[in-house]
């Protein structure tokens, strides 16, 4: 990986009033969390149109709660790496104004990061699928299945699942981001998945310079990133960040 592509990014960052990371699950492989449609990746174990529809919940919950229940687990016991610990620096210098995560583990959160856009929802807090009781994930409860709540209903972790629409808040204020940064960091996600796939579209029509780091390239690679940071993100943004603080 050439010192001049690092260079040209951080010398983006530092030229951008406003700057704006999208984060994929890739961000999070080097916490420990698979990804899903790498080798092996979550999706290889648990096919999303079995586990990972709100029908197939509906079909059968204590089914999938099997999945999550192991994403929960691996969940629980991940901390945030190099790369989520990068982008909380980068807040704290005051050169990323946000984070829209397609990730459910809240790990930019944990690292540091305050602006943080939950786009697909977060595995720690439950809700009833037939009332509006609110619990958080609770690993004690796997021997007996899907968690029931008081009324009956099962208890869903307020993740976004394939068919469900993606709540209007993050929605509306993913979108204004993406439209007004002037530069997007773009880690670790495959760009397969509408809307959040859209976002970066979005940034580069408004004249964004585009900043990509993933260990393979993408749809996004070689249509609109300016700059390819190939490699872990957990090597790649420590470097990046500090090229920009050294400004
Ligand atoms: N550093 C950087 N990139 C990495 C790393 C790493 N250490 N490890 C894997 N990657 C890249 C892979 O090359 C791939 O491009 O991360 C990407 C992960 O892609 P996916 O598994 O498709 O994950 P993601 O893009 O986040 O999926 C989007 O799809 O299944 C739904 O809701 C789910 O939020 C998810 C959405």
Known sequence: MSEEVFRK???AINRAPLVVAVTGAGASVESGIPDFRSTGGLWSKYPPAEYAT???FLDDPDKVWVMFYELGETILAAQPNPGHLALAKLEEFGKLQGIVTQNIDGLHQQAGNTVVIEYHGNVHNLGC?????????DLSFRAHGAPRCECGGYMKPSVVLFGEPIPPKPLMQADTLARTCNAMLIVGTSAQVYPAAGLPYAAKENGAFIIECNVEPTEFTH???DAFLQGPAGENLPKLAQLVMAR
């Open 9 to 11: 990014a951080a010398e």
């Open 129 to 137: 699928s037939s009332c509006f009781r609110r619990r958080r994930m």
């Open 54 to 56: 709100m029908d197939a």
């Open 223 to 225: 249509s609109i990133t």
